[in-house]
């Protein structure tokens, strides 16, 4: 990690498009009165989904949705390093992870893909598309190595597969997610040796059940 | 009360004290950066290590960890001991060790407490982190490098100056500290950051490089740049005063000071009057004592008593307000006036113009209206006073004046005396919590009662007091104006007023005691000008009679509250310049009228016996001695117009003459003018 700095080019101003606006005060309503500040990770959120990054002026916009001090959202911008805080990638931001599983398992050779292809870390590429960066385990530990682009997971990746993706990502294409090697979940490769019996999990000998506290679906 | 042993020591302890808090009660001294007893915990610095039993056997964080009956503490056992070693080894790997070129150095907490726990070499090798300086205005310096993340500045400024500028971004080794976008911090109270810092991170920008604190004399006084009479300590070296910190003074400004009181020291070193001057020609010259004390006499004698007026300036200790009274009144002067703003308040019951809840009985007030003040440019130290108390709960303010980001919120009832007079008709819900209001409070600030109508206004704001049962409180703006009315400096039988004797022929004498507020324009009197700066008045004067300033005099002010503090003598006057109450006695002579003391303690004595209550130094009668204040005596009749109230203070950091001369305050003063202009564009 190094030291996190806003941008240094900043756009004149920041405001929620129409479709964010309403999960802006989703987000808010959900807090008691006076308690607002506490959808500050939300709406960072929510600026990052919709700009790709969080800027200065979506800071202060931030700040004053929630009648919070400017200094106190910047402290919680930077503190967490997964709100970005320049122009990533138009089409990728490509976050390998290289932590000990996946480097055993050969992260080292998807970075290097990525020095060849993007450039350095934490920096776009030339042309604008791409941006990636080295993130610590990811928690698919069983699928390494993986990459997160975008919002999906990419994994049991090698060099190759890895970069037929980004190249897919550079035409502008939307690679389907997960294994590159056609893992069912986290099965062993080459299909599930225990629990094969679809009875035992597919709910069929199971009685029927409602859970309590599902969350709202997601608009689309 | 539940007990606790503290190596071995039992005390007693009120429920809800820290383990730190009770070790200290025992006498142990905890060593500690983060922890501030007016701030709230962050247990962060991890020096404040103890142990106690029962609990798990680890060190303990101090601080932060609620004291429970049958405690077992131990400050200085070997794992404490380890543990603290430990934590300062930590702290110390970032740190540059730069003290021979850090001004913390000599009063550093890092340094001090190195020298207890830290090691005497380094097990590192690697490279020290660096962090980029930060920009937080004219009066704080920043060498972030040396920062060990306490965040004493940050909570600081969020709790107490309420102006919440200053935070940390990101995390873990690159912590910093920083205001938003490097910004210049916007508190009056900004400054008391630097105090807080334990190490070198932040220090005084304006007095960098200039000083070792061991090299200086301290002196402990009193402030004069605010009637609150805050505790402050002068450092001086040589001839030359070179800082000013806050004392502790828990009834007035507790531990801290605002930044006018004390930056603006370096007016004192400037603009100075240290010759006498006579007008010749229209040109001021530089003249010898006798000679001018020889004019002055013969203006006095030449003209009747009558044609002379005397006008106290808002600097001025009690003991010259005294001496120049004794004087002029010998003469038959009756045109004397401490107020320069017009006042209307003096010659009547001594609760009436003085602030009777006083400032820490201000924290058992419930419901508080402000009348006419902007308290937190009249007053920083009150304002702070103020948020405490509504930090606690349950406080409601109600302000009729200038509507003001003052740190808290506030029912905004109006801008004008029509909205005072009328307030009992009101139904809002601040009437309506003022009937049930069980401490109400009233604060009349200078500027509403020193308007054409302010006799008017202070009748007015006088009965909304009676009527609703509040305490009846005077916030003043001038560190003389109390004093001066305690004394009866106000216009004798005939006299004319302060406002009256600046007009065209008001006087063929003008006798302005440090009186610089005023505009001379229009006075085609004689004027003499007893001061220490060339300001307003000796721009003006005729005769310049060079006087000391606070830090050069001992002097008796009184605060707003009526409260008599000594203020002490740091440096001596500079250059030819006397004692203003030294002057006066030797001008006393030569009209023929000498004053009958020969030292200020015969002088004081005087003032003792003839006024009682200066005799009693630090002493506050407090909200009981105004319970017999006949409120419905106080004011006069007269049309209320309709002109808002209005805020003496203009621009915070140039209220008085010293702050005038200071280059740091008129540094102040420009970012500040200018950060207005940038919030109205």
């Known amino acids: ?220 | 009360m539940p007990k606790a042993k503290v190596d071995g020591i039992e005390v007693e302890f009120e429920p809800g004290m820290s383990v730190l808090q009770v070790a200290e009660l025992a006498g142990k001294e905890i060593p500690r950066f983060c922890y501030h007893e007016r701030l709230s915990i962050a247990g962060n610095c991890r020096m404040c290590l103890v142990e106690v039993k029962p609990g798990p056997p680890k060190p303990q964080a101090s601080c932060a960890l609620p004291a429970a009956e049958g405690q077992e503490i131990f400050t200085d056992t070997p794992m404490v001991k380890k543990a603290r070693h430990g934590v300062m080894e930590f702290l110390l790997i970032n740190h540059p060790l730069d003290c021979p070129i850090c001004d913390q150095g000599g009063e550093c907490d890092l340094q001090d407490q190195a020298m207890a726990y830290g090691r005497d070499d380094s097990r590192y090798a690697e490279n020290k982190r660096a962090v980029e300086e930060k920009y937080m205005g004219p009066l704080i310096k920043t060498v972030m490098t040396r920062c060990i993340q306490c965040t004493r500045c940050v909570r600081f400024i969020t709790e107490v100056a309420g102006v919440p500028e200053i935070g940390m971004i990101s995390r873990g080794e690159d912590a910093e500290i920083t205001t938003y976008l490097d910004k210049a911090v916007g508190s009056e109270l900004s400054a008391n950051v630097i105090d807080l810092c334990p190490v070198g991170a932040l220090t005084h920008k304006p007095w960098a490089f200039n000083y070792r604190p061991w090299e200086l004399k301290k002196t402990e006084s009193i402030d004069v740049h605010d009637a609150l009479g805050a505790a402050i300590r002068v450092d001086s070296r040589g001839p030359a005063v070179l800082r000013v910190l806050p004392r502790v003074n828990e009834d007035i400004n507790e531990e801290w000071i605002s930044d006018k009181t004390r930056y603006a020291v370096d007016g004192l070193s400037r603009q100075r009057l240290d010759r006498p001057y006579i007008r010749e020609g229209g040109k001021l010259r530089v003249a010898t004592w006798p000679e001018v004390l020889d004019v002055v006499a013969g203006k006095l004698r030449a003209v009747s008593a009558d044609r002379v007026g005397v006008i106290a300036g808002d600097l001025q200790d009690a003991e010259s307000m005294k001496a120049g009274l004794d004087l002029f009144r010998s003469l038959g002067v009756q045109s004397t006036d401490c107020r320069q703003d017009g006042m209307s308040l003096g010659g009547g019951p001594r609760e009436s113009w003085l602030f009777n809840s006083t400032i820490a009985g201000l924290e058992d007030a419930d419901v508080v209206l402000v009348v006419g003040a902007n308290l937190r440019l009249e007053a920083p130290l009150l304002n702070a006073r103020l948020r405490k108390r509504w930090l606690q709960g349950a406080l409601r303010v109600g302000v009729i004046g200038e509507q003001n980001d003052l740190t808290y919120a506030y029912d905004y009832l109006g801008a004008g005396p029509q909205t005072l007079s009328g307030l009992s008709r009101q139904r809002n819900d601040f009437v309506k919590a003022l009937k049930e209001a069980k401490a109400p409070a009233i604060i009349v600030g200078a500027g509403a009662l020193s308007r054409t109508d302010g006799s008017a206004v202070l009748k007015a704001a006088a009965g909304v007091a009676k009527s609703f049962g509040m305490t009846w409180n005077v916030l003043h703006t001038a560190a003389s104006r109390v004093g001066g009315l305690d004394l009866g400096f106000v216009p004798g039988a005939g006299g004319k007023t302060a406002g009256e004797l600046v007009q065209k022929g008001g006087a063929d004498v003008l006798f302005l005691m440090g009186a610089d507020e005023m505009d001379l324009s229009a006075t085609d009197a004689f004027v003499v000008y007893m001061g220490t700066h060339g300001d307003a008045g000796a721009h003006r004067a005729d005769v310049i009679l060079p006087s000391a300033a606070y830090t050069e005099k001992n002097g008796i002010y009184v605060n707003t509250e009526g409260r008599v503090q000594l203020g002490a003598r740091a440096v001596f006057p500079k250059g030819e310049a006397k004692e203003d109450w030294a002057i006066l006695r030797a001008l006393s002579e030569r009209v023929g009228k000498k004053l009958p003391y020969d030292s200020l303690d015969q002088l004081r004595a005087k003032l003792f016996a003839e006024h009682p209550t200066f005799g009693r130094i630090d002493y506050v009668a407090g909200p009981e001695a105004a319970a017999g204040l006949s409120l419905a005596s106080l004011g006069g009749e007269g049309e209320l117009s309709d002109a808002p109230f209005a805020s003496p203070v203009k621009s915070f950091y140039l209220t008085n003459p010293i702050a005038r001369a200071s280059v740091t305050m008129a540094e102040c003063a420009a970012l500040a003018s200018g950060a207005t202009k940038m919030a109205a564009e």
């Not at chain 1, 606006?21 to 990770?41: F, L, R």
């Not at chain 1, 480097?103 to 941006?131: N, T």
């Not at chain 1, 699928?143 to 060099?159: F, R, S």
């Open chain 1, 1 to 220: 990690m190094s030291i996190r700095r806003l941008a240094a080019n900043q756009p004149e101003s920041f405001a929620f498009r129409p479709e964010f606006e309403a999960q802006v005060k989703t987000w808010i309503a959900n807090y008691p009165p006076g308690k607002q500040q506490s959808a500050v990770i939300p709406l960072l959120w929510l600026v990052q989904k919709q700009e790709g990054w969080v800027s200065e002026p979506a800071i202060r916009v931030v700040a004053e949705r929630l009648g919070m001090a400017q200094i106190r959202v910047l402290e919680v911008a930077t503190f967490y390093t997964m709100f970005m805080l320049e122009p990533v990638g138009t089409h990728a931001l490509v976050q390998v992870c290289g932590t000990t599983p996946c480097q055993l398992r050969g992260s080292e050779k998807l970075i290097e893909v990525c020095k060849r292809r993007i450039g350095p870390h934490d920096h776009r590429s030339a042309d604008g598309k791409f941006y990636w960066q080295e993130v610590e385990c990811m928690g698919a530990c069983a699928n390494a190595p993986m990459a997160a682009i975008n919002d999906y997971y990419y994994e049991d990746l090698t060099a190759e597969s890895f970069e037929k993706l980004l190249d897919q990502f550079e035409a502008g294409e939307k690679p389907a997610p997960g294994s590159a090697i056609g893992r069912q979940g986290a099965a062993p490769e080459g299909g599930p040796i225990a629990l094969t019996d679809p009875s035992l999990y597919d709910g069929s000998a199971a009685k029927p059940i409602t859970i309590p506290n599902l969350p709202a679906k997601e608009p689309a």
